[in-house]
């Protein structure tokens, strides 16, 4: 979950939750929500970028820091909701998380269209 993973990464730095804000220009009593995961984490890209930016991520952390925001906000992150091809296999995907079973033939599908986000060229 984001607000655990944001506190965990500050208390790393060792830094209170007021010297961690005063360094990245947040209110404290707002952030203090963030991290107790009584208010959303923020939806602006640009907060999340000095998020990673401040907690050195490479690519693949921002990322995932990105994508736990939009989780926890109850959103799609958006370069998934941006994709045509992956949103239209959403719904069998929800119906596999939710138990119900897939046709061999929709799973196969499945499986296609998720490689071909790896690899467009096909």
Known sequence: ??????????LEKRLTLRDFCQQVKLDPSNWS???RGINPPPGDVAILEKL???FE???ADKLELMDAAAIDRNELPKDIADNDMLANALPAFFR????HELTD???TELIEDI?????PDQ
């Open 105 to 107: 033939e929709k799973l």
């Open 1 to 10: 979950m984001f607000h655990e993973k944001v506190k965990a990464l500050r």
């Open 33 to 35: 929500k963030v991290e």
């Open 96 to 99: 596999a998380a939710r138990g």
């Open 115 to 119: 490689r071909k986000l790896n690899r």
């Open 52 to 54: 990673a930016d401040f």
């Open 57 to 59: 991520m490479n690519d």
